[in-house]
């Protein structure tokens, strides 16, 4: 791998470590402001709002510059949305702003990749892509719970700077200037890939040819066969994890007795998982064997299903572990096949742009499906079941899609 890649690998860890503390803060925001339940989902929804709205913009746009260019002005958004919480702005206007910059970050920083290395080498920087950044999803929940909810830590922060009252003069103020700091070695680390990327010529159209020519580009990415069964196959995973994301902190308080802080701590036995599971994809998975991985998104719908059996933090440790490893290794060989194909049948900004529109699509259906489920007092057991169904069942349909297509 060259040295500009592991400068990107950095750049979206402490990016996406950052999002991940800031939802946390949001979250505990929402309790502190005696905002109803369900409005913790619609956080999640309003920050993959922006995904949906501006896909069909965000491919061209992404493909005007440098993409390493994009990180870092996205980044930028990223980090002025979270100083809005400092102007006592509402947390899901904060935490949407977020959104809109991510949803320039995420076709940036995955297009690029198909872009700076050949295609054998996809899967290995999925692996690392993925690995790294679930890594940094977790252990931003954990350090989002440690800057919001533990009071120890609130008082360290609060000590740190005691020459500093207007950073950090409050816990709130503290949390952000936390945040507010990863998100700055995020653009540092940007800074070294500022002009790594290509730039298409073409991409700068008309807004009814770019809303025609994302049409065709989806459209064309669903008649593909890898790319179909790809496509379903992330659009499901996504939508289910960010549920997961949400709805395994509020498991582990009612299942487990734990506190916000050590929930958001729990999730990082998950990380673990995932990047053991990430890193044997991208060791023993080839490209061309990346449809051979689905049978793994079955177990891992039957292992969610295991979930309401659990009650104590000693077995919810082996079994989260066991989790994470299914997913890391069933989610990037499919994440790869589809940057592949996408690549192949078009710009690599366009093909990303139509996948996080279809990701997210999944995404804002299950967490509204979620937040309908908390409004109506849903069993946690009850959805945990419902989703592990909703994988298994899905992954043996599309398993048998991909194997009707290939014999076809």
């Known amino acids: 791998m060259k040295p500009a890649f592991f400068a990107i690998v950095g750049a979206q860890f402490f990016s996406s470590l950052a999002d991940s503390a800031l939802f946390i803060l949001c979250v505990s925001l929402v309790t502190t402001l005696a905002f109803p339940e369900w409005m913790t989902p619609m956080l999640k929804m309003g920050f993959v709002l922006s995904y949906i709205l501006l896909a069909p913009f965000a491919g061209a746009f992404v493909d005007m510059f440098p993409k390493g260019r994009v990180m870092l ?16 702005a509402n947390p899901l206007l904060a935490y949407g702003i977020v959104g809109f910059g991510a949803s320039g970050y995420s076709p940036a920083k995955y297009g690029i ?18 690995g790294t950044t679930v890594v940094a999803t977790i252990l931003g929940t954990i350090l ?73 580009c989806n459209s064309t990415l669903w008649r593909d066969r890898e790319g179909r069964v790809s496509l379903g196959v992330t659009s499901l995973f996504w939508g289910a994890g ?25 999730q990082g036995v998950f990380a673990l998982g995932v990047v053991i599971g990430a890193a044997i994809a991208g060791k023993t998975v080839p490209l061309v064997r990346s449809m051979s991985v689905m049978p793994v998104g079955i177990v891992l719908g039957v292992a969610l299903c295991a979930m309401v059996f659990v ?26 096949i589809l940057q592949h194909r996408g690549h192949s049948l078009m710009s690599a900004g366009q093909s990303i742009a139509v996948q996080n529109f279809n990701e997210n699509l999944a995404i804002l259906a299950m967490t509204a499906s979620y937040a309908m489920a908390l409004q109506v007092k849903l069993a946690m057991n009850t959805v945990l079941i419902l989703i592990g169904l909703l994988i298994a069942l899905a ?14």
């Not at 949400?246 to 729990?266: F, H, N, P, V």
């Not at 919810?316 to 989790?323: F, G, R, S």
């Open 311 to 336: 009650h104590t933090v000693q077995a919810a440790l082996p079994l989260l572990l066991a989790i994470g490893g299914l997913a890391g290794l069933f989610v990037v060989p499919m994440n790869a």
């Open 242 to 266: 960010m549920v997961l994301q949400i709805l395994l902190l509020a498991w582990a308080q009612s299942a487990l007795s734990l506190g916000l802080d050590k929930a958001a701590a729990l």
């Open 144 to 216: 989002g719970g440690l800057i919001s909810a533990n009071q120890h830590t609130i008082a360290w922060l609060l000590t740190m700077a005691p020459a500093y009252p207007g950073i950090a003069g409050t816990p709130l103020r503290a949390a952000v200037a936390v945040i507010v700091l990863t998100y700055f070695i995020a653009g540092v680390l940007n800074l070294c890939v500022v002009n790594a990327g290509a730039r298409h010529a073409k991409a700068r159209r008309s807004l009814p040819s770019l809303l025609l020519d994302f049409y065709r």
């Open 73 to 88: 002005v996205t980044n930028t958004i990223k980090m002025f949305g979270c100083s809005l919480i400092l102007a006592k």
């Open 113 to 130: 990749l198909a872009e700076v290395l050949p295609a054998r080498r996809l899967v290995a920087a999925n692996g690392w892509i993925e």
């Open 395 to 408: 992954m043996l349909y599309l398993r048998a899609v991909a194997n009707t297509s290939q014999h076809a």
